[in-house]
């Protein structure tokens, strides 16, 4: 299995794909991060499923789209990634930023989605990461969001309870992510996009939760319960939103589900996977 480029809005958008005949599954990272955090379910061998995981705009190795700097144009592209696929349907599952973006993918073409799996989302609520706070202002975010070995440890730290989930290969992504030209001043337009000084912005989690009101396909909403970056309290409250939802929280777990508790989250995938 290698990884392709699509050409997406004139930008090469890289993507990795399993193949075979099962229901698609579209898997997206969260910010700053890139495809090689959805390691442990390309490696899982019972997930009847094509799984496909994609570099967002700006990520990993995707080149940057002006029409991509919010969650509204990320959807856009990641439709057009499917399109480019041949893919009607498709299971949507995301952590982060990417539950986030998933949720606007709903928004946009909620007939072509046959399950959701949001895995310790954003945009749910106001309280965030207060380090993400403080670099949505103006010279500080540039200041403290310079790359270096203390920026990969700090990433690192902060998306798992247990860096022994890190695996050498997310590890080395982390790097290149963090040292790819641009990389920074892109993390935080998209950043600000979403964030202020106070926390996540109102009408961004608001319109997430309107969102969640019209689902109607099969879905889990995830958290880990120690996640540093956002609080299992609102996926607790989008289970409120949307009570048909299927609500998982981990124990001994950090922002990053997908990498921390591959069995526990291969298997609410897997039954995602036959109820849709």
């Given at each position: 299995?290698?990884?392709?480029?699509?050409?997406?809005?004139?930008?090469?958008?890289?993507?990795?794909?399993?193949?075979?005949?099962?229901?698609?599954?579209?898997?997206?990272?969260?910010?700053?991060?890139?495809?090689?955090?959805?390691?442990?379910?390309?490696?899982?061998?019972?997930?009847?499923?094509?799984?496909?995981?994609?570099?967002?705009?700006?990520?990993?190795?995707?080149?940057?789209?002006?029409?991509?700097?919010?969650?509204?144009?990320?959807?856009?592209?990641?439709?057009?990634?499917?399109?480019?696929?041949?893919?009607?349907?498709?299971?949507?599952?995301?952590?982060?930023?990417?539950?986030?973006?998933?949720?606007?993918?709903?928004?946009?073409?909620?007939?072509?989605?046959?399950?959701?799996?949001?895995?310790?989302?954003?945009?749910?609520?106001?309280?965030?990461?207060?380090?993400?706070?403080?670099?949505?202002?103006?010279?500080?975010?540039?200041?403290?969001?310079?790359?270096?070995?203390?920026?990969?440890?700090?990433?690192?730290?902060?998306?798992?309870?247990?860096?022994?989930?890190?695996?050498?290969?997310?590890?080395?992504?982390?790097?290149?992510?963090?040292?790819?030209?641009?990389?920074?001043?892109?993390?935080?337009?998209?950043?600000?996009?979403?964030?202020?000084?106070?926390?996540?912005?109102?009408?961004?989690?608001?319109?997430?939760?309107?969102?969640?009101?019209?689902?109607?396909?099969?879905?889990v909403i995830m958290h880990g319960e120690q996640d540093m970056v956002l609080p299992v309290q609102h996926s607790?409250?989008?289970?409120?939103?949307?009570?048909?939802?299927?609500?998982?929280?981990?124990?001994?777990?950090?922002?990053?589900?997908?990498?921390?508790?591959?069995?526990?989250?291969?298997?609410?995938?897997?039954?995602?996977?036959?109820?849709?």
């Amino acid at each position: 299995m290698t990884d392709q480029f699509a050409n997406i809005q004139g930008a090469r958008i890289r993507y990795r794909d399993s193949g075979g005949r099962g229901p698609a599954v579209l898997m997206t990272h969260g910010i700053g991060e890139s495809l090689e955090f959805w390691q442990r379910q390309f490696e899982a061998s019972d997930l009847p499923a094509r799984l496909i995981a994609w570099d967002m705009p700006g990520h990993g190795l995707s080149e940057e789209l002006d029409s991509a700097i919010d969650l509204q144009g990320q959807a856009q592209v990641a439709w057009q990634l499917l399109d480019h696929l041949g893919i009607g349907q498709v299971i949507l599952v995301g952590n982060s930023l990417g539950a986030a973006m998933s949720l606007q993918m709903v928004a946009q073409a909620a007939t072509r989605v046959r399950g959701l799996l949001l895995a310790n989302a954003a945009a749910l609520g106001q309280e965030v990461f207060t380090p993400f706070r403080i670099m949505s202002l103006p010279f500080l975010g540039e200041l403290m969001n310079r790359p270096g070995p203390a920026a990969v440890e700090r990433q690192i730290q902060a998306i798992v309870l247990r860096p022994d989930a890190i695996t050498p290969e997310v590890r080395t992504a982390i790097v290149r992510n963090l040292n790819r030209p641009g990389a920074g001043h892109h993390f935080l337009r998209l950043l600000r996009q979403l964030t202020h000084w106070r926390g996540q912005r109102d009408a961004v989690w608001r319109r997430s939760h309107e969102i969640l009101r019209s689902v109607k396909a099969p879905t889990v909403i995830m958290h880990g319960e120690q996640d540093m970056v956002l609080p299992v309290q609102h996926s607790r409250a989008a289970h409120l939103v949307l009570p048909a939802a299927e609500l998982v929280v981990l124990q001994n777990c950090g922002h990053t589900p997908q990498l921390e508790q591959p069995i526990a989250f291969n298997e609410q995938l897997a039954n995602l996977i036959a109820r849709a």
